[in-house]
């Protein structure tokens, strides 16, 4: 199954800058059955009596709502949405954070998650890990419980495991 979800990637070199190597999940989203196998694998181990269950998936803007919005209806909970600065309209906390270059400033409605409510967020991939700590930290900042932290691709040499340091990180394919 890992080897077909792999198929489902296209790596794209210099983009969107020089020494970049894009991971393109748009192959594996235009196949339907590779799609939901992605879906089913990041949702596997929160399904009702794995012990892991949660009450809320959350999704990073713009590729952790695809499969955030698929796992959070596969397990029958609701999703919440992670966006970029500007876009939420009720009010908000909000996290800046480095990219490769500058920053940027997520944000989430406060009332998104109520203190104490388990919630399980999402990525396409954990780089850095810069874009999935600042989301972790929103979460919690309100009171979640970051139960885990997934992704359907890791890049592993970049380390982005170590900014998620005390949290359940898991990645399907870890390159
Ligand atoms: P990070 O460095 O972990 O904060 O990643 C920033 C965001 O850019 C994440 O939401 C990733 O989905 C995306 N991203 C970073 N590097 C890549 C890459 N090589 N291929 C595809 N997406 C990437």
Redesign the pocket.
């Known amino acids: 199954m890992l080897q077909k979800l792999e198929a489902g990637l296209r790596d794209i070199p210099d983009y969107p800058s020089p020494g970049?190597?894009?991971?393109?999940i748009t192959p594996l989203l235009a196949d339907p059955a590779l799609f939901a196998a992605a879906v089913d694998a990041l949702a596997a181990a929160h399904r009702p009596g794995s012990g892991a269950e949660v009450d809320l998936v959350a999704g990073?803007e713009a590729?952790?709502f695809i499969f955030g919005a698929g796992v959070a209806l596969a397990l029958g909970v609701g999703f919440v949405p992670i966006r970029k600065k500007g876009k939420l309209p009720h009010t908000t906390v909000s996290a800046e954070?480095t990219?490769?270059y500058g920053t940027a400033v997520i944000e989430m409605h406060d009332d998104a998650v109520r203190p104490g409510q388990r919630v399980l967020l999402l990525?396409?991939?954990?780089?850095?890990?810069?874009?999935?700590e600042a989301a972790a930290g929103l979460l919690e900042r309100v009171g979640a419980e970051v139960v885990s932290v997934a992704f359907l691709?890791e890049?592993g040499f970049?380390n982005?495991r170590e900014r998620l340091a005390g949290r359940d990180v898991k990645s399907l394919l870890n390159y």
């Open positions: 970049i190597l894009f991971k393109d990073v590729r952790g954070y990219l490769e990525d396409d991939v954990l780089a850095t890990g810069g874009t999935a691709v890049l970049l982005g």
